[in-house]
């Protein structure tokens, strides 16, 4: 089974940008993986932010984008506010199953 | 309101069954494609496997873990999505999540169950 990569961890400043990214081990990352991302507070379900690459639900807030970069899934934070503190995670598909990556726990200080 | 309600789970030796099942109200069920997720304690999201809606051929994937062990199903008479557990392991522990991600028409949902606890120990 592949195997998906994501940073452990990673902190940004309030108002500050960061990327975040989502590695296979069978290579590079395309959009025929439909990447999707998703974010989970503590105590609560996941919620989904992008699916196929970039697209946002209605809830996603703007300051979120997904796209392909460098051979993985990234997930972009542009402005972060205190309450994007979080897991984040995503999520590839190999012909039709899903492979969660790790998850990348994202501290806003 | 779309509600995805889960039960079933609980506390089972290794090597035993159980079926989860999640009973879905608030869309039309029949056009949904479904998923189940886990979540070990104080551990990351794990796929599972998902079905898809009959229109789109009612086919199953799985995660390789669980596979010939754990089979969905659903039954759109009864509006519910089930996933029968057998083998079970103590690495099976873990709260069980069924998702509404998608339909036939291919638009996306984002619809999850309370999640449901199962424990394997003996």
């Known amino acids: 089974q592949a195997v998906v990569t994501q940073e452990p961890s990673l902190t940004v400043s309030p108002g500050g940008t960061v990327t975040l990214t989502c590695g296979s081990s069978t290579g590079a990352v395309t959009s025929g993986h439909f990447p999707y991302w998703f974010q989970q507070k503590p105590g609560q379900a996941p919620r989904t932010l992008i699916y196929d690459t970039s697209n946002k639900h209605s809830w996603t807030p703007a300051r979120f984008s997904g796209s392909l970069l460098g051979g993985k899934a990234a997930l972009t934070l542009s402005g972060a506010q205190p309450e994007d503190e979080a897991e984040y995670y995503c999520?590839?598909?190999?012909?039709?199953?899903?492979?969660f990556g790790g998850g990348t726990k994202l501290t806003v200080l | 309101e779309v509600q995805l309600v889960e039960s079933g789970g609980g506390l089972v030796k290794p090597g035993g069954s159980l079926r989860l099942s999640c009973a879905a109200s608030?869309?039309?069920?029949?056009?949904?494609?479904m998923s189940w997720v886990r979540q070990a304690p104080g551990k990351g999201l794990e796929w599972v496997g998902r079905i898809k809606s009959k229109a789109d051929g009612g086919t199953t994937d799985y995660t390789a873990p669980i596979k010939g062990r754990f089979t969905i199903s659903r039954d759109d008479s009864k509006n519910t999505l089930y996933l029968q557990m057998n083998s079970l392991k103590t690495e099976d522990t873990a709260v069980y999540y069924c998702?509404?991600?998608?339909?036939?028409?291919?638009?996306?949902?984002?619809?999850w169950g309370q999640g449901t606890l199962v424990t394997v120990s003996s």
């Open positions: 608030g869309f039309t069920f029949s056009n949904a494609w």
């Open positions: 998702h509404y991600y998608r339909d036939s028409s291919g638009y996306h949902y984002d619809y």
């Open positions: 999520l590839l598909s190999y012909g039709g199953a899903g492979v």
